[in-house]
């Protein structure tokens, strides 16, 4: 069975930075789309960052220049580096994946289970 599940969240003054990471656990052969969402109460979740498998990103226009997806070194892995943190980055982030082949089959839209981002002022 597969799983994400996302790390590293926490509390932060604005200006500062969290990495978020997170693991996909299973018998996985690879992974397409990796990215990461974020929602705030009464709003609906939104676009932070995605990567495809060969390394083409895409974010959202409000944290360009501030926030970096990347893979992580452990296989099935893959990190949001979070720079210039504002309040308005406050939100539940979650990381997601696309598309996932494992051992003969392909499974699609895979999401964690969430952890919190709170950037006081």
């Known amino acids: 069975q597969v799983q994400l599940v996302e790390s590293g969240g926490g509390s932060v003054q604005a200006g500062g930075s969290l990495r978020l990471s997170c693991a996909a656990s299973?018998?996985?052969?690879?992974?397409?789309?990796m990215g990461w969402y974020r929602q705030t109460p009464g709003n609906q979740r939104a676009l932070v960052a995605t990567?495809?498998?060969?390394?083409?990103?895409n974010y959202a226009d409000s944290v360009k220049g501030r926030f970096t997806i990347s893979r992580g070194i452990v296989k099935n892995t893959w990190n949001l580096q979070m720079n210039g943190l504002k309040p308005e980055d406050t939100a539940v982030y979650y990381c997601?994946?696309?598309?996932?082949?494992?051992?003969?089959?392909?499974?699609?839209?895979?999401r964690g289970q969430g952890t919190q981002v709170t950037v006081t002022s």
């Open positions: 299973g018998s996985i052969d690879s992974i397409d789309g």
């Open positions: 990567m495809t498998s060969s390394g083409n990103t």
């Open positions: 997601t994946a696309d598309r996932i082949d494992t051992g003969g089959d392909t499974l699609f839209g895979f």
